[in-house]
């Protein structure tokens, strides 16, 4: 019950496309929804969240969908560049400091 | 403001040896983790540490120690390295976010630490 379970595993989508990433979840109690994105080398980095009480969340060319009775959420990136490949991590959360991370999706845009 | 700060950034270990992985954070956040990433695994909890002097396991704990002494600081020790600890190392802290109408917590993660076990 306090998997996030994020499908595909690795990606890869032509430059210009939409990239989307998939992320279920069983625990009802989760209310944030983060996703991180990590570059070859580096730490991940927090790169955009929702709460439940919201369909869809915007930023640039990033944008999460919830569906909050199919317990899923998704990130989908429009006009996919060479700079967003990446690893990325979905995640949830109920309040306090422990989060609990999908097993990442690699994604890697062709030029 | 240097963030989160891991040293070193890799490290070789022959099997039996031990050897600390240090962590600090000047950012002044309670709340401080080790992860741990292996293909295919994502990011696995090891311990972590919700305040000075406070300290507790993740999913996969055998093998490691941890002590937190300081706000700042939150050493993760290999008692006697195993092959299977061969592995990319994170450490991270928590800050709070007001997001919506609660509080939620952000991640700020260092760099990593490559470890190899020989």
């Known amino acids: 019950q306090q998997q996030v379970k994020q499908s595909p595993q690795s990606l890869i989508v032509q430059k210009g496309g939409i990239s989307i990433i998939n992320c279920a979840y069983e625990n009802t109690a989760f209310d944030y929804f983060p996703w991180y994105q990590q570059f070859p080398g580096k730490g991940p980095a927090l790169l955009i969240a929702i709460r439940p009480d919201v369909s869809e969340k915007k930023e640039g060319r990033f944008t999460i969908s919830f569906n909050k009775s199919a317990k899923q959420f998704s990130l989908h990136i429009m006009d996919s560049q060479p700079g967003d490949s990446a690893t990325y991590f979905c995640?949830?959360?109920?309040?306090?400091?422990?989060?609990?991370f999908g097993k990442g999706t690699r994604l890697h845009i062709l030029p | 403001n240097a963030g989160v700060t891991q040293t070193p950034k890799f490290q070789v270990l022959k099997t039996g040896q031990s050897m600390t992985l240090q962590c600090a954070q000047d950012?002044?956040?309670?709340?401080m983790s080790w992860y741990r990433q292996d293909p295919g695994m994502g990011l696995r909890l090891i311990h972590y540490s919700v305040g000075a002097g406070i300290t507790d396991q993740g999913e996969v704990p055998n093998g490691y120690n941890v002590s937190r002494s300081t706000t700042e600081d939150f050493p993760l020790r290999l008692l006697s390295a195993a092959p299977s600890q061969t592995s990319v190392y994170f450490c991270a802290s928590s800050y709070s976010i007001m997001f919506g109408r609660g509080k939620s917590y952000g991640y700020t993660f260092g760099s990593g630490t490559r470890l190899t076990v020989v």
């Open positions: 950012m002044n956040h309670e709340y």
């Open positions: 995640a949830a959360s109920y309040g306090d400091d422990k989060i609990i």
